[in-house]
């Protein structure tokens, strides 16, 4: 009553971000899941055509596994760092021009920057992720 539908069901296989396997596979662009990944992180390196600068999205930050994390439209989305509390990366590579991307900081206290295809900078990275989605 009244909170049916707010939780997200659990899926069988699903693991918290940080209790995920890295499988090392080599994969290929158009292999990448459309969803998120719940079983495993496919981590950068496995990407056979991911870019450098995605490759080193955490050096900065001291966040070594840069992990996919879903298709947004066109765009493939990955992470360096946690999903919350801590210093993390996103990075948003377009499927068809692995030149066009874009990056959005997230900070410990859940503040954020980062330009989004639409030209503007975002604070939120909900608002970032939307900008992706409308582009």
Known sequence: MGGEGLVAPIV???LPA???PVDPTPVHTPDLPPTPVRDRNIPADAWVEAPTELRRLGDDIDQLLVAYKRRIGPWLLWRAGPASRADARYMAVHADDLA?????RLYPDGTGDGLG???RR????????EALRDA
Do not use: L, N, Q
């Not at 066009?100 to 959005?104: A, D, E, L, Q, Y």
């Open 12 to 14: 069988a296989g699903a």
């Open 18 to 20: 940080d209790e995920r």
């Open 100 to 104: 066009h991307r874009f990056t959005f």
């Open 117 to 119: 295809p639409d030209g």
């Open 122 to 129: 975002h604070t939120r990275f909900r608002e970032w992720k």
